[in-house]
């Protein structure tokens, strides 16, 4: 079946850009009907969606987030990317890679990644 | 944007029955999804759409919907069913996402 693992530093000094590859085993990310998301959680807190990209490479994102998110896909090595610019402490966060699916009125987040911590910190 | 409102915690007696509700203007328009997440785990998908589990979630987990609420119901909860379980759907204004804040289930 389908996994996702995500990949990258887990500590980032402040202002400068953060950034996760997420790796898909076991299906092309180009199959089609999918949507390849980031999801972030903040320490103890709730679930926050960053955005997504299809295989197409048109991306969606987090109004609160968008002038500082890009989100790519490269379909050669089955990846696809986050970049967060000018991060500050309020970035550090569990940061989870997801394969997006559904149509009309329904969707769904399935399955995950283990998640990596990113810390930002001098 | 739109939000989706949880009470941040409900618990149940071993064995009973618990719903956790979910509520938001989206709902309206968009079905929920529901994820159940452990300490120190990855979110797993445990319901979406009218009322369809994935592959492997027990079948006394159950959905509904009515209005502006969503509900997951486990019918004879059990001890492994104690977790944060959060709702998603998509924003009612564009094409986004909005999580629920998490409620967390205590199994008595």
New interface residues.
């Given amino acids: 079946q389908v996994q996702l693992q995500e990949s990258g530093p887990g500590l980032v000094k402040p202002s400068q850009t953060l950034s996760l590859t997420c790796t898909v085993s076991g299906g092309s990310i180009s199959s089609g009907g999918y949507y390849w998301?980031w999801?972030r959680q903040h320490p103890g807190k709730?679930?926050?969606?960053i955005g997504?990209v299809y295989d197409s490479g048109t991306t969606?994102?987090?109004?609160s987030l968008k002038s500082r998110v890009t989100i790519s896909v490269d379909t050669s090595k089955n990846q696809f990317s986050l970049n967060l610019s000018s991060v500050t402490a309020a970035d550090t966060a569990v940061y989870?890679c997801a394969r997006?699916g559904?149509a009309g009125?329904?969707?769904?987040?399935?399955?995950?990644?283990?998640?990596t911590l990113v810390t930002v910190s001098s | 944007s739109s939000e989706l409102t949880q009470d941040p915690t409900v618990s149940v007696a071993l064995g009973q029955t618990v719903r956790i509700t979910c509520q938001g203007d989206s709902l309206r328009g968009y079905y929920a999804s529901w994820y159940q997440q452990k300490p120190g785990q990855a979110p797993v998908l445990v319901m979406y759409g009218r009322n369809n589990r994935p592959s492997g979630i027990p079948d006394r987990f159950s959905g509904s919907s009515s209005g502006n609420t969503a509900s997951l119901t486990i019918t004879g909860a059990q001890a492994e069913d104690e977790a944060d379980y959060y709702c998603n759907s998509r924003d009612s204004s564009a094409y986004h996402e909005v999580f629920g804040g998490g409620t967390k289930l205590t199994v008595l």
């Fill in positions: 998301s999801i709730g679930l926050e969606w997504y969606y994102y987090n109004p989870y997006a559904g009125p329904y969707n769904w987040f399935d399955p995950w990644g283990q998640g």
